[in-house]
């Protein structure tokens, strides 16, 4: 293989290579981008919700769930940032690499052209070439050589356009590279900010747990309404779905179809199925919020060795806001619970969202409703500048992680 075809060669791979870097380092810092700006986003609605709680000057559980929300915004930014950091210290290595290959590259081209330029020289005359030509011993020798001083001819032009090229190469990513160590800096820099942020936050959620144990029997009375609320919320779920699924097989059975489960018409099969192809990108309840209570069990923020269970999660959100449905369905009850207040529960197919804490309900059972339809407006507590909803996800009697399902806002 000729010097031209190597060198050819050469500058494909490496320029795969850039394409390839360069593509997954745009998606990388993209997709860090839009996850800085969510958290970011995050943050700054937690401050303003805080802001509101803290107008009660006492202070609160809920003040305490929404600081601890914020820490957690606020740790998964620095990891964002730190991520960041890796990819630009990547980045730096790669162009600190890929300038050395120019260099060397460019060092290579420039000296292959130098003797070029003087075997040019040595063999300036055209009386030469020609000479060379008609020494050959035949004329299949002569054509070859005619064809070699046009090759050679086309080769140091070739080599002209390659070193500038490489040159113009070599220019970037230097600019590139000096770019790409400015933008570290900034990383740096904002990292370091948010680690004192996140440190002085951190102290202040110890000083209000310690403030909040001091007050362990109303925590205590309040927790104990809290489970009570749930488990009235829990049975009325359960008795609506039991007899929507008796209903189902009811009518299943009239039409000559004896299956188990839940029973569903096609129309209600394909909604489960839309529904169920829609994880990950459900609208959330609210038009913005913060989770200040996940599913599952977990330890109580403040009473050492209590565990406490969420059916759902509950989402912190401004005064006045209107619950939306998550997706299309049918109302299947309006209930009013004790402690959760006025509540809807939509049916999806085999699905089920439930949203809690309604104050005012713009809905009835038996209501069509489409994606992201108001149904209510929220409670907001007198005196504790608290306004949540609280949204479950059934399949079946089989309670659901909504976080699973509701989009990252």
């Not at 993209?30 to 986003?41: P, V």
């Not at 998550?326 to 089920?352: C, N, Q, T, W």
């Amino acid at each position: 293989m000729s010097k031209f075809n190597k060198h050819i060669l050469g500058c494909l791979a490496i320029i795969c290579s850039l394409f390839f870097s360069l593509n997954t380092n745009a998606q990388s810092k993209n997709d860090l981008e839009a996850k800085k700006k969510l958290l970011q986003k995050e943050i700054s609605l937690t401050n303003k919700l805080l802001n509101e709680t803290r107008k009660n000057k006492e202070l609160s559980l809920d003040e305490l769930l929404k600081l601890k929300s914020k820490i957690n915004a606020r740790a998964g930014l620095i990891s964002a940032l730190n991520a960041e950091l890796r990819m630009y210290n990547n980045e730096i290595k790669k162009n600190t690499d890929e300038i050395a290959f120019l260099q060397n590259d460019l060092s290579k081209l420039k000296e292959e052209y130098a003797k070029m330029i003087y075997y040019a020289y040595v063999h300036k005359g055209s009386f030469e070439k020609i000479m060379f030509v008609f020494a050959s011993n035949s004329f299949n020798q002569a054509y070859k050589r005619l064809k070699y001083i046009q090759q050679y001819s086309t080769y140091r032009k070739s080599q002209a356009k390659n070193i500038v090229k490489t040159q113009e190469s070599l220019k970037q990513k230097i600019t590139e590279l000096d770019q790409a160590k400015q933008e570290k800096g900034a990383i740096i820099s904002l990292e370091e900010q948010e680690k004192q942020k996140l440190a002085v936050e951190q102290v202040e959620r110890e000083g209000a747990v310690k403030q909040l144990q001091g007050k362990e029997q109303e925590l205590k009375q309040e927790l104990a309404k809290k489970q009570a609320a749930a488990q009235k919320l829990q049975k009325a779920i359960q008795k609506i779905i039991e007899d929507e699924i008796r209903k189902a097989r009811e009518a299943a059975k009239k039409a000559g179809n004896t299956s188990k489960g839940f029973p569903m018409t096609p129309e209600a099969l394909k909604l489960s199925n839309s529904f169920a192809a829609n994880k990950g990108k459900l609208p959330w309840p609210v038009m913005e919020g913060v989770i200040t209570d996940r599913f599952g069990q977990h330890p109580h923020p403040v009473l050492t060795g209590i565990v406490i269970n969420n059916n759902g999660i509950d989402i912190s959100t401004t005064k006045g806001a209107i619950a939306r449905a998550i997706f299309d369905g049918e109302v299947s009850s309006v209930a009013i619970i004790p402690g959760e207040g006025k509540v809807v529960m939509i049916r999806h197919g085999e699905y089920l969202s439930v949203y809690s804490y309604m104050t005012e309900v713009f809905v009835k059972k038996g209501d069509k409703v489409s994606t992201k339809q108001h149904l209510g407006v929220l409670v907001n507590e007198s005196g504790a500048s608290k306004t949540d909803v609280h949204l479950e996800i059934w399949k079946g009697m089989t309670k659901l992680n909504p976080e699973y399902w509701i989009f990252r806002k």
